[in-house]
DNA sequence: TACAAGATCCCCT
DNA sequence: GGGGATCTTGTAC
């Protein structure tokens, strides 16, 4: 059980981290609640170049400004008005990559993840979507820029690998807005695991 | 200053 | 399987 270090963060292809991500584990202390799981699902988005990102073509906004600092700290917005969504900042100072959890299969603070989804069993509503992991997980747009070397919100290797047979690629969930960069095989998922979201990408 | 749309999820049919 | 919730953000005027 090791943190990963920030050079794990600073690697330039996000695709290869959103791959390397199935099978960690990510977890946050919050109120003196250890809660997390083992990530399942993931999604890469490649800075400038890519259409599905926000920021494209170079947008520097409020929003996506944390996108351009150095790997290993969390971008965390709100979508829809409703639903926080938790990415790790990826690459170095300059570029604008990143990865989406979408999905962990809970492991630690079960009760407490139930609590704050207002769930009463164990069901997969509970982890099972990006929006809905953040929610369990207690973080909010208010952790955005957080380091993800600190005691808050970090990810860990607890020694899980999975095969190439065993982790899925497909398309983005949700991004039809980009084009031809929504087909994309960016989205990695393990296969089997019913921790992975119900969505369906559009292709 | 205004408006349209969004990296989603829940609940009802 | 489909529509509505809900409000921030980006861009246009």
């Given at each position: 059980m090791s943190k990963l270090p920030l050079s794990f963060y600073t690697r330039p292809d996000s695709v290869t981290i959103a791959r390397d991500l199935i099978g960690k584990h990510f977890y946050s202390c919050l109120d003196g609640v250890l809660t997390g799981g083992m990530i399942v699902e993931t999604e890469a988005y490649s800075g400038v170049?890519?259409?599905?990102?926000?920021?494209?073509?170079?947008?520097?906004t409020k929003r996506t400004?944390?996108?351009?600092?150095?790997?290993?700290?969390a971008y965390v917005y709100l979508i829809y008005g409703i639903y926080s969504l938790f990415n790790i900042v990826t690459n170095v100072e300059g570029t604008a990559d990143a990865v989406l959890i979408r999905a962990i299969a809970p492991l630690e603070g079960l009760g407490e993840m139930q609590l704050r989804r207002g769930l009463s069993k164990l069901e997969t509503?509970?982890?099972?979507?990006p929006g809905l992991l953040t929610q369990a997980m207690g973080?909010?747009?208010?952790?955005?820029?957080?380091?993800?070397?600190?005691?808050e919100i970090w990810l860990e290797d607890r020694g899980d690998s999975f095969s190439e047979e065993e982790v899925l690629a497909g398309p983005r969930v949700?991004?039809?807005?980009?084009?031809?960069?929504?087909?994309?095989?960016w989205r990695f998922s393990l296969k089997g695991?019913?921790?992975?979201?119900k969505a369906k990408p559009t292709y």
């Open positions: 170049d890519d259409a599905a990102c926000h920021a494209h073509l170079g947008r520097r400004q944390i996108m351009y600092e150095t790997g290993g700290v509503r509970l982890t099972a979507g973080i909010s747009t208010l952790h955005n820029g957080t380091s993800l070397l600190g005691k949700g991004v039809a807005y980009a084009g031809e960069d929504a087909k994309l095989p695991s019913k921790w992975v979201s």
